[in-house]
């Protein structure tokens, strides 16, 4: 039976996509906002002020509260809706301390970021059942600027993998997401997915650009040279489904067997994210890299 009462953790809930391939899993977001201003975000049209990141008033004490409630050993991912190493973190230490609560009492742990500012919690995750999953768009920092302009560029996060693996943290890299005329050539995913498999990554998760209004005009704005052309495959040909513009099925099947290609050619698991290509992960493998959350400490590698 599900717990009742939670205030600040909440059961993973993918918006009743079907093409979502998570585990149950519960969330945290111990900031709202992120102040990376990815171009692509879909929580930016969800979340007022989104782009001024504060933590959760009484987030401690209402975690405290919920860490009562949630099963014993179930895993916990931070953060769903928002980057958990948000620019504010590097000063006020909020997710370090969510996380030693968290792993105190025995709970897995699954962080999504592309901030190498993780490596800070280093101590904490290499000796608790954690996994990492950290977003590599393009090894182009000029792009990676423009279409993630307050993120780390993405060789500290190449800096940060090599340092979590080297201490024993899994970690799946996502390449996602891939945006047409952008980070789409043969050349840029190998590149991320190479760099990706030295640095140490178990997985590559992949997934493409799903289109809302306020994103599909923020790319547009950015990059007006393919404006006309984004537009024509997402809002003339593409396919609406819940709420997003997905890319024609044949363009997005085309991807995925790119991606997955090149990531078995490196010997990485492999999974998409909200795809509706299920049969193309590897076994026993999910999008979100959890799995290797479950592993005993230093046993991820091997499997």
């Not at 901030?115 to 904490?124: C, Q």
């Amino acid at each position: 039976m599900l717990p009742k009462g939670l205030r600040v953790v909440r059961l993973f809930d993918p918006w009743g996509s079907p093409y979502c391939t998570c585990p149950i899993k519960f969330t945290l977001n111990p900031y709202t906002g992120c102040g990376h201003g990815c171009l692509y975000c879909y929580a930016r049209s969800y979340i007022r002020g989104f782009e001024k990141p504060h933590p959760k008033r009484g987030l401690m004490r209402n975690l405290l509260h919920d860490l009562r409630l949630v099963p014993k050993n179930s895993l916990i991912e931070l953060s769903a809706s928002s980057d958990p190493y948000t620019p504010p973190e590097a000063r006020l230490g909020i997710t370090r301390r969510v996380l030693r609560a968290i792993a105190s009492r025995g709970f897995k742990i699954l962080i999504v970021t592309k901030s190498n500012l993780i490596t800070r919690d280093v101590d904490i995750l290499s000796t608790s059942r954690s996994s990492v999953a950290i977003t590599i768009t393009t090894l182009d920092h000029e792009l990676a600027r423009r279409l993630e302009p307050g993120a780390p560029p993405p060789s500290a996060r190449l800096e940060a993998i090599k340092k979590l693996t080297d201490a024993g943290i899994p970690v799946t890299v996502r390449l996602d997401p891939i945006i047409p005329y952008l980070n789409d050539s043969i050349g840029s995913i190998s590149d991320v997915v190479a760099a990706a498999s030295e640095a140490g990554a178990l997985q590559i998760t992949t997934s493409t650009y799903k289109a809302r209004p306020d994103s599909l005009k923020r790319l547009c704005e950015a990059f007006p040279e393919i404006c006309g052309r984004l537009r024509r495959l997402y809002v003339a040909h593409g396919v609406r489904t819940h709420g997003y513009r997905y890319l024609p099925t044949a363009m997005r099947l085309r991807y995925i067997l790119t991606v997955r290609e090149v990531a078995l050619k490196h010997g990485l698991a492999f999974a998409s994210c909200r795809e509706g290509f299920r049969s193309l992960n590897t076994p026993g493998i999910h999008c979100d890299g959890s799995l290797y959350a479950y592993l005993r400490v230093g046993e991820a590698s091997g499997t």
